[in-house]
Structure formats: structure tokens, C-alpha cells
């Protein structure tokens, strides 16, 4: 009895132990995959069915795993997806994650200014963002040619179309206003919304077909039927991660490509987001 015990206990050390090596090492290192997905917004404009948006967020740049090669080769296969327009979704930086080192979001922003698209490259920031300093990392990136939108928005046109990007606030260290940048628009122009936090998709006006985040990173783990144990909302699971449709308004939420606090990730693998829009 003794023996059979004591070779169970060797058995389910043996899986903790692969589990810690997958969640720890494998998943984040090893992995970053293109999720492709697309979403059909109201009265999206059949001139611009198949419009790309590539979706970036939660890079924490200097969590173990994205360091500069990470990113560059992130930049490489975003620009190898060729979308029409790239959005960043908040939180490049980190202060504090175990076997982590700091990135100056100066010498990222130069990794990022490589990213290409028709229809240019926007950011909002997000909480880890303003705890390092909001102001720093927005003159860095628009210091690279990216621009970095808060509680106000950008016109695009392609193929003969004119809608809007509206880069919001962040939900906890800012103040989002979907309302007064909404306000010189026209009535049917198509509207696109950016926030960091998917929290605030409950108070986004119903003129704004669509809402894209971050912040959540899938929770960084899912397991098995019960999903992801935490999530870093006060609405749980709800707006972890992928397409969300309420009512006639859709959220999609990336989990994004880094990690904060703990540099963990299981069954949710480091991801940038390829979104087609269609009718």
C-alpha cells in the first residue's frame, strides 16, 4: 500500500511538474499565434467588407519572453498579415513581474515604429502605462510616428469610405468620453472604439457598432471546463477574451502578448489578433 502510495505521489509530482514547465516556459516562450477572427459590426459598409484591423495589446515589454527579438518578430508577422490598419490596445511597459526587466517605452517604440499598414498605426494607453508614466510613453510613440489617441478620435477613408477610430481614456487611471469626440461626426459615419480596459463596454454609446481591448489577458490561464479562474475585471469572465456581442453592439478582447505580476500562461497563448470586418 505503502509503495503504490508513494508511486501515485511520484505520478502527480511528475504533472505538476510538466504543468509548471508548460505554463511557465513553454506557453510563453514558444508561442505566439495569428488568431484570426472577424466580426460583422451594424451597418458596417459593404464598401469595406474585408477591412484587416490587426489588434495588439498587453505587450509588457520586458516580461520574461518579450524582449526585443519577441517583439521584432511580433512587428514581422503583423506586417506579414497585411492589414489595412493596426491598433494598439495599452499596457507596453511593466514595473514588476518575477524574472522580468524593464524596457524603456523609449527603445520600444522604436521596435514598433516598423509596423506598416495603409491606413497607419493608432495606440490608446492602459493602466501599466500611466503607473509608469502616461505622458513618457505617449511622447515615445508619437515621437516614432505613432499615434496615441485619448478621449478623441481619428478619420479614415479607404475604398471611397470615411469612418473613425475613437481611442478612449483608460477605464482606471483616466476618464473615458466616448460622448464629446462623437460629437462633430456625422449620424451614419461607422465608428470603431479603442479602450484598454473592456470594463467600460457596458457605458459605450450604442452609435459605436464595435469596441476593441486588451487588459485582461485572457485571464492568463484556462483550464478545463471551468475557464479562467481569474480575470482582472470586476465582471469575471464575461469579457476575458474573444468576440462579445450585447444587444446589437459587438466587444472583441485580445489576450494579448505578454504577462504582469506572474510570468504564467496556460491554455491562453501569447496572441495578436487579426480581425476582418463584414457587413
Not at 491562453?268 to 480581425?275: H, I, Q, T, W
Amino acid at each position: 500500500m505503502f509503495a503504490r502510495r508513494t508511486k501515485l505521489e511520484k505520478t502527480i509530482l511528475a504533472g505538476l511538474l510538466i504543468l509548471a514547465v508548460w505554463g511557465f516556459f513553454i506557453e510563453p516562450c514558444f508561442f505566439l499565434v495569428e488568431t484570426r477572427a472577424e466580426a460583422h459590426p451594424r451597418a458596417w459598409p459593404k464598401e469595406l467588407d474585408g477591412l484587416k484591423v490587426a489588434l495588439i495589446s498587453d505587450i509588457h515589454a520586458g516580461s520574461p519572453y518579450v524582449g526585443k527579438s519577441r517583439i521584432k518578430l511580433l512587428v514581422d508577422r503583423v506586417n506579414a498579415a497585411k492589414p489595412d490598419v493596426i491598433v494598439l490596445l495599452g499596457d507596453y511597459v511593466i514595473q514588476t513581474v518575477v524574472g522580468g526587466r524593464f524596457m524603456p517605452p523609449e527603445n520600444l517604440a522604436v521596435l514598433l515604429k516598423e509596423l506598416k499598414a495603409p491606413l497607419g498605426v493608432y495606440a490608446v494607453l492602459g493602466n501599466h502605462d500611466w503607473w509608469l508614466n502616461g505622458p513618457r510613453v505617449r511622447d515615445a510613440f508619437a515621437g516614432q510616428g505613432i499615434r496615441v489617441l485619448e478621449n478623441e478620435n481619428v478619420r479614415l477613408a479607404a475604398r471611397g469610405i470615411t469612418f473613425s477610430l475613437l481611442g478612449l481614456a483608460d477605464h482606471i487611471e483616466r476618464h473615458p468620453d466616448p460622448v464629446a469626440p462623437l460629437a462633430g461626426l456625422p449620424a451614419a459615419e461607422p465608428v470603431i472604439a479603442l479602450i484598454h480596459e473592456p470594463d467600460f463596454f457596458p457605458d459605450i454609446p450604442e452609435r459605436i457598432a464595435l469596441t476593441l481591448a486588451g487588459h485582461t489577458h485572457g485571464g492568463q490561464v484556462r483550464l478545463p471546463l471551468i475557464g479562467s479562474p481569474i480575470v482582472p475585471s470586476r465582471f469575471g469572465q464575461r469579457y476575458a477574451r474573444g468576440l462579445i456581442k450585447e444587444g446589437e453592439r459587438l466587444l472583441y478582447v485580445t489576450s494579448g502578448v505578454g504577462t504582469s505580476i506572474i510570468p504564467l500562461r496556460f491554455g491562453v497563448r501569447p496572441e495578436y489578433v487579426v480581425l476582418t470586418l463584414r457587413p
